[in-house]
T-cell receptor, first 113, second 112 residues
Framework: KAGVTQTPRYLIKTRGQQVTLSCSPI?????VSWYQQTPGQGLQFLFE???????NKGNFPGRFSGRQFSNSRSEMNVSTLELGDSALYLC????????????FGSGTRLTVV | DQQVKQNSPSLSVQEGRISILNCDYT??????FLWYKKYPAEGPTFLIS?????DKNEDGRFTVFLNKSAKHLSLHIVPSQPGDSAVYFC???????????FGQGTTLQVKP
């Protein structure tokens, strides 16, 4: 079956702009989690969506937001971009969350200049 | 506050020898402990896990040990191979919250 698809793979934005990243989970998976990976910080949890509802949230400012659609696809939005937002953004899908079936996409590499 | 810590940013071992990667956590209520392996430009891939009710789980060359009293887990790779060179993340999973929380990662280099 198809894996987790993240688009775009690479993105360059200017400070102050906003960006939207997309994640299509494995078919049948209803939970989508988002992570930010930066050097030295590992993978930091942003939020999790399940059945179109945000179920968990990490410690990120309100500039980071997300949503999930009825087909379980999820988008993540970052407004008023800062240089420190440059990172690899990963999403992971799971059937219902809280189990051992998390599968990650290849990520979107965001560079803010 | 970091709930999962990998205090060694990097580790270098010789091919054929044992690699030991360590991880500490703060919350004794986690249900599962996992290890992921990540290559550059790819997402993390699941390697091995252990339930909080066990103290050892083995899968081929990979063994994970859990010391609940010390809130410590480790991943042993024996024998290490050059293809094992990657970033290894430990993670904890709370079945109640459904959150998968990662450490900072350890870069393993296995030299031929």
């Amino acid at each position: 079956k198809a894996g987790v698809t993240q688009t775009p793979r690479y993105l360059i934005k200017t400070r102050g702009q906003q960006v939207t990243l997309s994640c299509s989970p494995i078919s049948g998976h209803r939970s989508v989690s988002w992570y930010q990976q930066t050097p030295g910080q590992g993978l930091q949890f942003l939020f999790e969506y399940f059945s179109e509802t945000q179920r968990n949230k990490g410690n990120f400012p309100g500039r980071f937001s997300g949503r999930q659609f009825s087909n379980s696809r999820s988008e993540m939005n970052v407004s008023t971009l800062e240089l420190g937002d440059s990172a690899l953004y990963l999403c992971a899908s799971s059937a219902i969350g809280g189990r051992l079936d998390y599968t990650f996409g290849s990520g979107t590499r965001l560079t803010v200049v | 506050d970091q709930q999962v810590k990998q205090n060694s940013p990097s580790l270098s071992v010789q091919e054929g020898r044992i690699s030991i990667l360590n991880c500490d956590y703060t919350n004794s209520m986690f249900d599962y402990f996992l290890w992921y392996k990540k290559y550059p430009a790819e997402g993390p891939t699941f390697l091995i896990s252990i339930s909080s009710i066990k103290d050892k789980n083995e899968d081929g060359r990979f063994t994970v040990f859990l010391n609940k009293s010390a809130k410590h887990l480790s991943l042993h790779i024996v024998p290490s191979q050059p293809g094992d060179s990657a970033v290894y993340f430990c993670a904890v999973l709370s079945g109640n919250t459904g959150k998968l929380i990662f450490g900072q990662g350890t870069t393993l280099q296995v030299k031929p």
